[in-house]
């Protein structure tokens, strides 16, 4: 398919084998001939974290709620507020973590090439 528009919902987010916690759902991906892209929502529930490291660069784009991101870059600990309107970037093999600190669920839009 070379085109499409579709509703993003949050009640179609799942549970995903390789997060931990949160759930998540791709809209396009490589599997379905995405050409490189990936692009989902996911969201974290208030006190759940996710962190990992990918090849693709990313960026998660929050729509509600609060949370921190962390990440390490050149032996240095950075940390960031994530709040809607922020966008959180990081390139490829940066180990990230993001954690909800709010009381309400931290929802985002996510995109990686």
């Known amino acids: ?3 499409w528009v579709k509703e993003i919902r ?12 949160g759930v998540w759902k791709r809209y396009v991906s490589i599997e379905d001939d995405g050409r490189g892209m990936i692009f989902g929502m996911g969201r974290l529930e208030p006190g759940e974290e996710v ?3 990918h090849i693709e660069e990313e960026v998660f784009y929050v729509l509600q709620g609060h949370g921190e991101a962390t990440w390490e ?5 950075h940390r960031a507020e994530l ?11 940066i180990y990230h973590t993001m ?10 839009l996510f995109f990686k090439v």
């Open 1 to 3: 398919m070379t085109a």
């Open 10 to 21: 949050e009640d179609e987010l799942a549970p995903v084998a390789m997060m931990a916690q």
């Open 51 to 53: 962190g990992h490291a």
């Open 73 to 77: 870059e050149n032996g240095e600990m």
């Open 83 to 93: 709040r809607p309107g922020v966008a959180f970037y990081k390139t490829s093999h």
């Open 99 to 108: 954690r909800n600190t709010g009381d309400k669920p931290l929802v985002g």
